[in-house]
C-alpha cells in the first residue's frame, strides 16, 4: 500500500478505535477490560494493540480527546485563560453540557467516581488557565500553587455533584463556584457577578 494511503487508513483505525474507547468509557469507565474495547470496536484484542501500546494508552487518549473537545467548544474560540471572566464562563459552559454533548457528560459521570481522577483532570484543566487569568485580572495572591490545589478539589467536587451523583442543578455548581473564589481572595461581590453574568452555550 501506497504511504500516503497507508498513513490514512492508520488515521482512519486508529480514530475508529479512539471513538469506540470513548463510547465504553460512557457505558463502562476507566475499568473497562480490553475484551470489553475489542468487542465494542468489533476487532480483536490485537488490532488495539497494534495501534496503541497498552489499553489504558488508548482509554487515557480517548478520555484527553473528548474533554479537550468539549473545553474548545466551552471556550468558543476565546483564548484560555484570556481573563477571569472567560475562565469563569468556560467553566460554567461545561457544567451545562448534558444536552449539547451528552457523550462527553455520560463520560464524566463514569470517570470522575475516582476522586484522584477528578482532581487530576481539574488541576490539568485549570491551573495554568487560572494563572493566566489571575494575573491578567490583577489579582496576585501569596501561596498560588496551594490555592490552586484546593480549588481544583472544589471544581473536583463540583463536577462529581453535577455528573456523578447528579446533587447538583448547573445553578447549584455555578454557587458553589463563586463561593470557591473565596480561595483567591476574590471579593463576594465579584465572586457573585463573575458566576451570575448571562451565560450563552455555543452550538454543539
Known amino acids: 500500500m501506497h504511504g500516503g494511503r497507508q498513513a490514512a487508513y492508520t488515521a482512519r483505525n486508529r480514530a475508529a478505535l479512539i471513538l469506540a474507547a470513548q463510547e465504553v468509557l460512557a457505558d463502562i469507565g476507566l475499568d473497562a477490560t480490553i475484551e470489553q474495547l475489542a468487542a465494542h470496536a468489533q476487532v480483536s484484542p490485537r488490532t488495539i494493540y497494534n495501534y496503541f501500546e497498552t489499553k489504558d494508552a488508548l482509554l487515557s487518549l480517548a478520555f484527553e480527546q473528548i474533554w479537550q473537545e468539549g473545553v474548545h467548544w466551552a471556550y468558543d474560540g476565546r483564548p484560555p485563560g484570556e481573563d477571569f471572566q472567560t475562565v469563569m464562563t468556560t467553566a460554567r459552559r461545561l457544567f451545562r453540557i448534558r444536552n449539547v454533548r451528552p457523550l462527553l457528560a455520560r463520560v464524566l459521570r463514569n470517570t470522575m467516581k ?11 484543566a485549570g491551573a495554568s488557565a487560572f494563572t493566566r487569568a489571575a494575573q491578567t485580572s490583577g489579582i496576585s495572591v501569596a501561596d498560588a500553587e496551594r490555592r490552586l490545589y484546593l480549588f481544583a478539589q472544589c471544581y473536583a467536587g463540583i463536577l462529581q455533584g453535577l455528573f456523578v451523583s447528579e446533587e447538583l442543578s448547573p445553578e447549584d455548581a455555578d454557587v458553589l463556584l463563586g463561593i470557591s473564589l473565596s480561595l483567591f481572595e476574590v471579593p463576594r461581590a465579584q465572586a457573585e457577578k463573575l458566576t ?9
Open 114 to 124: 475516582n476522586p484522584a481522577f477528578a482532581i487530576d483532570l481539574a488541576w490539568s
Open 196 to 204: 451570575s453574568a448571562p451565560l450563552v452555550l455555543p452550538a454543539g
